[in-house]
């Protein structure tokens, strides 16, 4: 009896749930059998929204407006009522009367439900406790809400419905729309900063005989009509070199690129990245470009080069720090890589620090490995780590007085890899033996390392001038202008595991 009772207790809010939603059904067709359904109107003339009528009251005060939006609130006071209506920018109080909508408008107003979507045509004014509202004189039904919106107090805060649901989680949470708001304002800045430095954006193939570019695990596919396996690309880098070799000097992409690994707070299988390159010039151009790129972005969208993320004060007015990998690692680990001219000793001192590498790994291996155990974590302000190691840099042009490393940085902000960029290699010979040292990494099981681009090649020996370029990760850089601690926050449909497994 006692597992009887406790069943029928967990099925009664399932019940209560169902009557209500019941209930927005049978409103629904009362309208349509009273010929005013909702869902065959095809437009309504939206003269204002929220927010430009609370913040030019003095010049509205009096006027009529035309404003839509979803119901939020509801407070029915017999003949009259307020309600808020919520749109794009925000929330309008309204107060609509019996006397002055009609006797049946009114009926139909006090059916309406929280979630509904209406709109509302009226007079402009402030209520006796100074509130700027509208005076409504017509309401109309746009669309039946047929579901119910989460409790207006506790909110939406289960994290995994919010992602799953994002159409909710933005109605129910402001600062989640305010987020994507500046995530758009962030991409429109990039553009009109790359305009005015003579850059022209381009679009370049998503799916890809040949996923290359990047050290990472591409998704495969099969295209029928030619029978081919395909790949999702995994960078931006190849097709875009290819339009420097045809001529055009600077050219940059904004897109979905995919790879094929794991999530977490900074992963998600598909992101977006922008790659971006510059004829004639190398990576101090890129240094220079990037410096100047995220204080005109972090100016546009915040109004300000000091950004705080998770309590910590980042300065991108300064000039940004300058580091070689070796000196960043002698800084942080003590241990000097100048110092160090053999494999054994690089093993050796790896053995010493706990650092566990692979049979695989060479010199430069190593020296990465111990950037990213001790150092990363303390690239907090603005910070250019450069100069790696030719092993794991194989698009990368060699730094003539050294030719262990290449002319590469990558940019870091809280201890977060923000940027990757070259003095691009364009020496064909030499870029078709890093292929074949690519090759043979992947003979040894590497589903990461790249393989030979013949069309590349082909490309190169075409002829490629000096080249400086550089990839972004936008959904980094948003997470940090908008303070989000997840990249998920900054996705507005992430990848999520199938509710059916």
Known sequence: MAEQSENKNRSKPQQDLNSLLQVRRDKLKELQESGS??????????????????????????????VAGRIMSKR?????????????????????ARDCIGEEAYKLFKKMDIGDIVGLKGEVFKTKTGEISIHASEITLLTKSLQILP????????????????????????????????????????RRYLDTQGFMEVETPMLVSNAGGATARPFETHFNAL?????????????????????????????????????????????????????????????DL?????????????????????????????????????????????????????????????????????????????????????????????????DHPVEISPLTKKKPDNPDYVERFEFFMNGWEMANAYSELNDPIDQRERFKAQEELLALGDEEANRTDEDFLNALEIGMPPTGGIGFGIDRMCMLLTNSPAIRDVLLFPTMKSLDK
């Open 76 to 96: 029915v006071m017999g003949k009259a009522s307020f309600c808020h209506i919520q749109d794009l920018n925000g929330t309008i109080q309204c107060y609509v």
């Open 227 to 287: 029978d081919e396996d395909l790949r999702l690309r995994i960078s931006l880098e190849l097709y875009l070199k290819r339009l420097i070799v045809g001529g055009l000097e600077r050219v940059y992409e904004i897109g979905r690129v995919f790879r094929n690994e794991g999530l977490d707070t900074r992963h998600n299988p598909e992101f977006t990245l922008m790659e971006l390159y510059q004829a004639y010039t190398d990576y101090h151009g890129m240094m």
């Open 290 to 386: 990037t410096e100047n790129l995220y204080r005109y972005v972090a100016k546009e969208v915040l109004g300000t080069t000091t950004i705080v993320y998770n309590g910590i004060e980042m300065d991108l007015g300064k000039p940004f720090e300058r580091i070689t990998m070796v000196d960043a690692v002698k800084k942080y680990a003590g241990v000097d890589f100048n110092e160090i001219k053999t494999l054994e000793q690089a093993r050796k001192a790896a053995d010493e620090k706990g650092i566990a590498y692979e049979q695989h790994h060479k010199k430069g291996d190593i020296l990465n490995l111990f950037f990213e155990a001790f150092v990363e974590e303390h690239l907090i302000q603005p910070t250019f780590l450069m």
């Open 37 to 66: 359904d909702p869902f065959r109107i095809t437009k309504y003339d939206v003269t204002h929204h929220s927010t430009d009528v609370t913040e030019h009251f003095d010049t509205l005060e009096g006027q009529s407006v035309s």
């Open 151 to 190: 409790e207006k107090y506790h909110g939406l805060t289960n994290t995994d419905t919010r992602y799953r649901q994002r159409y909710v989680d933005l109605i129910m949470n402001e600062d989640v729309k305010s987020t994507f708001i500046k995530r758009s304002k962030i991409i429109s800045a990039i």
